[in-house]
């Protein structure tokens, strides 16, 4: 378990903007040991878990581009420029 001191408490709180009272740094202390040992044990647990790959990956059939008329779903557009829809702009860019 991870110990802190009461020097680190005082920081703490100071860097927080948190005002305690003398009697309350000892309470601090324990409270903040116990979440550094939580902390601890979520990371040993975490280390121990396989993560999947950050790949997508269709393993069930090969990828196939299919080339589709775009007319059909353009013509359907309420304001159409060349190939591409206009929309309302809202965003306000610089």
């Known amino acids: 378990m991870a110990k ?26 324990h409270q903040l040991e116990q979440v550094l040992s939580y902390a601890e044990r979520v990371k040993e647990i975490a ?5 999947p790959s950050n790949r997508l990956v269709n393993v069930f059939r ?10 059909p779903i353009l013509d359907q557009a309420p304001v159409r420029e060349g190939d591409y829809f206009v ?8």
């Open 4 to 29: 802190i001191s009461r020097e680190e408490v005082l920081k703490i709180a100071k860097m927080s903007q948190v005002g305690i009272h003398e009697d309350e740094i000892e309470a601090y202390m």
């Open 47 to 51: 280390s121990e878990v396989e993560e």
């Open 62 to 71: 090969d990828d196939v581009i299919d080339k589709t008329d775009p007319e």
């Open 87 to 94: 929309v309302p702009v809202i965003l306000e860019g610089n």
